[in-house]
């Protein structure tokens, strides 16, 4: 029996955009939970518990796109054409988020209201439309054979809209979770104070999609609520009640990394709860990772500098988060 190849790529793109949703997710909620905070220092310090990894965090989202176009062109070029507009604004927001983080540091005082508000705006939009591109992802893709033949605005329907606010919580959330682990004192108390709200809407979000989607869509019900699929998948809610408790419980008694942990778990697990449900499609609802597949000699080609750079990457990511950990307190700088 030989390897398959592109179910090799499909985890590695899956372990890519999951380790981008986690690394980045903090990031943007961290420009999210701004607008929350008005003290100049303290601000200061919300940022500079990212600035030396937040740029770092970026490099998945990149191996998760290039890999998709080095293994599965068709849904690379189907996927692109039905979310080019939401995609675009993502961009446009990353970026424009960029330069507000490098600009505020080197900002006088009369400016600085200007990038923090440009830091929170472009987080927002970047975080609402991954969301939204997320959604519109999960609620299908019109196809003609293997092509797109939707419109510019396909995306654009309440279930994507919803899922781009769910998405805003969940940066949210990890953004609080993680400065709770990363601060102290005033700042760490309103963190404590955000999560224990931000984990119920969390939790209302992910109720509100796992009836949406099995409700809409037969063949993800199918999936989830028939025998013995039902006895496989059950541990995924349980384990969801599971860290939305354990997170609250955390949260009142001196929490420091606990909180973080079970707000990445509970990432993690709705991650899990989309693979689930789509696979082994690659464009939903009905083009799999065989049918989208590139040419074996492009996968294995790729595959081999892939495997190669993936080791650098996660060495260098756990290097500077080691190099950089432990509290942030007023007066300490990065930039």
Same mark, same amino acid.
């Given at each position: ?149 939707? %419109? ?5 329907? &309440?279930?994507? =809209?919803?899922? +781009? #606010?769910?998405?805003?919580? !969940?940066?949210?959330? *990890? ?97 899990? %709860? ?5 696979? &082994?499609?690659? =464009?939903?609802? +009905? #083009?799999?990772?065989?049918? !989208?597949?590139?040419? *074996? ?39």
């Amino acid at each position: 029996m030989g390897v398959d190849v592109s179910l090799i790529w499909a985890a590695i793109i899956f372990f890519g955009v999951m380790m981008y949703v986690i690394m980045d997710g903090f990031d943007l909620g961290i420009g999210l939970l701004f607008a929350f905070i008005s003290p100049r220092a303290e601000r200061d310090v919300m940022m500079n518990t990212v600035a030396p990894v937040w740029d770092g965090n970026e490099t998945w989202l990149v191996l998760g796109g290039a890999g998709m176009l080095a293994a599965f062109p068709t849904a690379y070029s189907i996927l692109l054409s039905a979310l080019y507009l939401p995609l675009i604004f993502m961009l446009l927001g990353l970026i424009f988020r960029g330069v507000a983080f490098e600009f505020r540091f080197k900002a006088n005082d009369r400016e600085r209201p200007l990038w923090d508000a440009a830091f929170i705006g472009g987080s927002l939009v970047a975080s609402f439309f991954q969301g939204v591109s997320l959604g519109a992802y999960i609620d299908g893709v019109r196809v003609s054979g293997y092509a797109f033949v939707g %419109g510019p605005l396909d995306w654009l329907r &309440p279930f994507p =809209v919803f899922c +781009g #606010i769910g998405v805003l919580a !969940a940066y949210a959330l *990890l953004g609080a979770t993680w400065l709770i682990m990363k601060t102290d004192g005033r700042l760490q108390q309103a963190m404590i104070h955000l999560a224990g709200r931000l984990v119920w809407t969390l939790l209302a979000a992910i109720v509100v999609v796992s009836i949406w989607t099995p409700v809409s869509q037969p063949h993800i019900a199918q999936r989830w609520f028939t025998l013995p699929n039902l006895l496989w998948f059950c541990p995924v809610p349980l384990l969801v009640a599971f860290f939305v408790y354990a997170l609250q419980r955390s949260l009142r008694h001196e929490p420091d990394l606990g909180p973080f942990l079970f707000a990445l778990a509970l990432v993690f697990l709705g991650y899990s %709860g989309l693979a689930i449900s789509i696979w &082994p499609n690659i =464009v939903p609802p +009905g #083009i799999s990772i065989w049918d !989208a597949a590139g040419p *074996l000699q492009s996968q294995l080609f790729t595959l081999v500098g892939t495997l190669f750079i993936i080791p650098f990457i996660l060495v260098y990511t756990t290097w500077s988060y080691y190099v950089f950990r432990g509290k942030v307190r007023q007066g300490e700088h990065y930039h």
